[in-house]
Nanobody, 126 residues
Framework: QVQLVESGGGLVQAGGSLRLSCAVS????????MGWVRQAPGKVHEFVGS????????LYAESVKGRFTISRDKTTNMVYLKMNNLKPEDTAVYYC???????????????????WGRGTQVTVSS
């Protein structure tokens, strides 16, 4: 089992920045691939970014590429999403996700993730 707890969301003006954090509690499983997924009101879940266990490879949605950066610190079991130049369309609940150690590549597929946090709200005002 893996427990994920997100934090760092909030209200920010367009053009601003936020850093989301995901605390990873490993109990019986050590996750490899980690990801961030978001869901805006009335919309389906949207992949944001993913990172491998070592952090050497990342994958981003085209809509956030160049503005968002995903990183992880395995010594502290934390995963981060730094979001710059935020836009109103980035408003959503952001979820941290983890696999159960199955994958060695970043992934944008929801089915590749086995554990999910409860999410943190990000609101970008225009």
């Amino acid at each position: 089992q893996v427990q994920l707890v997100e934090s760092g969301g909030g209200l920010v003006q367009a053009g601003g920045s936020l850093r989301l954090s995901c605390a990873v509690s490993e109990r019986t499983v050590s996750p490899n691939t980690m990801g961030w997924v978001r869901q805006a009101p009335g919309k389906v879940h949207e992949f944001v970014g993913s990172i491998t266990s070592s952090g050497d490879r990342t994958l981003y949605a085209e809509s956030v590429k160049g503005r968002f950066t995903i990183s992880r610190d395995k010594t502290t079991n934390m995963v981060y999403l730094k979001m710059n130049n935020l836009k109103p369309e980035d408003t959503a609940v952001y979820y941290c996700a983890a696999d159960r150690g199955r994958w060695t590549s970043p992934s944008k597929r929801r089915l590749d993730y086995d554990y999910w946090g409860r999410g943190t709200q990000v609101t970008v005002s225009s």
